[in-house]
């Protein structure tokens, strides 16, 4: 079985360039991938995070959002981060209907973030972590992911980004004040 992960590559509107290459390829000019992340929240407003793996290659140790990753060949977003998030950490949720709640253009793609209020959250003791991934996971209020980034202990996101997550969180209309 090949275990290497292919990705789809599109164009700047998002249109299916119809080219594949093995993750991690260069891409040439005009070439974008697309990852998905996801942000799980409690009703008190917390956010699940996880702790990356030391063996990462990129912010080792660092907490993180929920799950996110790239999206494979043949997958669209909600099917992307279902897989992220069963693979990462041992949950199941369905995110056909839902789209994203914002989409963060980057150099080389499209980073599309899901945020989800669950009724029902689990306990951490009750997560599966993938091994090669995820070292741990937690529930935190805005205040303390805050506090984790300003102690670098955080993945460097842009404090206002994170601030936005959590404001944008439970509020069907995200970019307006309830």
Not at 94 to 114: A, C, E, K, Q, S
Not at 162 to 175: E, K, V
Request: charged content about 30%; aromatic content about 10%.
């Amino acid at each position: 079985m090949d275990e290497r992960e292919y990705i789809d590559l599109y164009d700047e509107e998002r249109r299916p360039l119809g080219k594949t290459v093995l993750r991690g390829t260069e891409l040439e000019a005009g070439e974008y991938l697309k990852v998905v992340h996801v942000c799980l929240f409690d009703p008190q407003g917390r956010m699940l995070i996880q702790q990356r793996q030391s063996c990462k290659r990129e912010y080792p140790d660092l907490w993180d959002l929920t799950a996110g990753g790239g999206v494979q060949t043949g997958e669209d977003g909600p099917t992307a981060i279902r897989r992220e998030l069963r693979e990462e950490l041992g949950l199941d949720l369905d995110f056909t209907t839902l789209r994203p709640y914002l989409t963060v253009n980057f150099d080389d793609g499209f980073d599309d973030i899901y945020l989800l209020t669950l009724e029902n959250p689990p306990e951490v003791s009750s997560l599966r972590f993938q091994p090669t991934e995820v070292r741990d996971a937690r529930w935190v209020d805005r205040e303390t992911a805050e506090a984790m980034l300003e102690e670098g202990t955080f993945a460097p996101f842009y404090r206002e980004f994170l601030g936005l997550l959590f404001a944008m969180a439970g509020n069907p209309m995200g970019f307006l004040r309830p």
